[in-house]
């Protein structure tokens, strides 16, 4: 194979493996979907080797989980998994916002503000899930690029195994989206008031928000999406 050969089919298996990896991330392709090289042959118009290297790159990202000598699956969700990830980010996202307060600055208001002003208008008209994960994503990030954090907040993001798709589930199924926007707006009001004691409660209520929202679906309609407790 040539070089120009060699780049092309690289390039090729770049663009199927980031959009699988953005459809079994958005839950377009659900857990347990079973995935096979000829089925990303068909799906996505390659050949037989970038299909592989697709393939192998999501299970080394554990997206995908394969039984030897069977077939590969795309991993189910980790319920105890995502809960211990919560609870890692309601400790670290208090301690950013409780120092983002005590820099005082009006910057960081004016771009939440901004965020939210945003948010409004997406709700107002015609949007996906996908845009609104995305928005709030970014309003979230505000707080690490305020307190120079961004690489925790990276870190964060870099948690997309189970995560990142439990979230998704939120947003997809319970399409709540005004009651996440509430909360947001009250923690710009505690972060804009200064009111460094009601943080905890805040990002607390708001982190453990999907699990509340989606409640008994998690263990009935959606029970094939996680891992057997």
Same mark, same amino acid.
């Given at each position: #194979?040539?070089?120009?050969?060699?780049?092309?089919l690289?390039?090729?298996?770049?663009?199927?493996?980031?959009? #699988?990896?953005?459809? @079994?991330?958005?839950?377009?392709i659900?857990?347990?979907t079973?995935?096979?090289?000829?089925? @990303?042959?068909?799906?996505?118009?390659?050949?037989?080797?970038?299909?592989r290297?697709v393939?192998?790159?999501?299970?080394?990202?554990g997206l995908?989980?394969?039984i030897?000598?069977?077939a590969?699956?795309?991993?189910?969700?980790?319920?105890?998994?995502i809960?211990?990830?919560?609870y #890692?980010?309601?400790?670290?996202?208090?301690?950013?916002?409780k120092?983002? @307060?005590?820099?005082?600055?009006?910057?960081?208001?004016?771009?939440?503000?901004?965020s939210l002003?945003?948010? /409004?208008e997406?709700?107002?008209?015609?949007?996906s899930?996908? /845009?609104?994960?995305?928005m709030?994503?970014?309003f979230?990030?505000n707080?690490?690029?305020?307190?120079?954090?961004?690489?925790?907040?990276?870190?964060?993001?870099?948690?997309?195994?189970?995560?990142?798709r439990?979230r998704m589930?939120?947003?997809?199924v319970v399409?709540?989206?005004?009651?996440?926007?509430?909360?947001?707006?009250?923690?710009?009001?505690?972060?804009?008031?200064t009111?460094t004691?009601?943080?905890?409660? #805040?990002?607390?209520?708001?982190?453990?928000?999907? @699990? /509340?929202?989606?409640g008994?679906?998690?263990?009935?309609?959606?029970r094939?999406?996680?891992i057997?407790a």
């Amino acid at each position: #194979m040539d070089r120009n050969s060699a780049y092309k089919l690289n390039t090729v298996g770049d663009d199927v493996y980031e959009l #699988m990896k953005r459809e @079994i991330l958005n839950l377009s392709i659900k857990p347990g979907t079973m995935v096979t090289e000829q089925v @990303i042959c068909e799906k996505y118009n390659i050949s037989r080797t970038p299909s592989r290297h697709v393939l192998q790159r999501l299970r080394d990202e554990g997206l995908i989980f394969s039984i030897p000598y069977k077939a590969s699956y795309v991993s189910l969700l980790d319920l105890d998994s995502i809960k211990q990830l919560i609870y #890692m980010r309601t400790a670290i996202e208090s301690k950013v916002i409780k120092d983002a @307060i005590s820099l005082n600055h009006e910057d960081l208001i004016t771009r939440l503000e901004r965020s939210l002003r945003k948010q /409004e208008e997406l709700l107002s008209k015609d949007f996906s899930p996908e /845009e609104f994960y995305e928005m709030d994503s970014e309003f979230h990030e505000n707080w690490f690029i305020e307190t120079d954090k961004l690489i925790v907040w990276q870190e964060i993001q870099k948690l997309l195994v189970h995560y990142t798709r439990f979230r998704m589930l939120d947003i997809v199924v319970v399409k709540n989206f005004y009651a996440i926007f509430e909360e947001h707006k009250e923690l710009v009001r505690i972060i804009r008031e200064t009111r460094t004691q009601d943080v905890d409660d #805040m990002i607390t209520k708001h982190l453990y928000g999907g @699990i /509340e929202r989606l409640g008994d679906r998690i263990s009935g309609e959606y029970r094939d999406y996680f891992i057997e407790a």
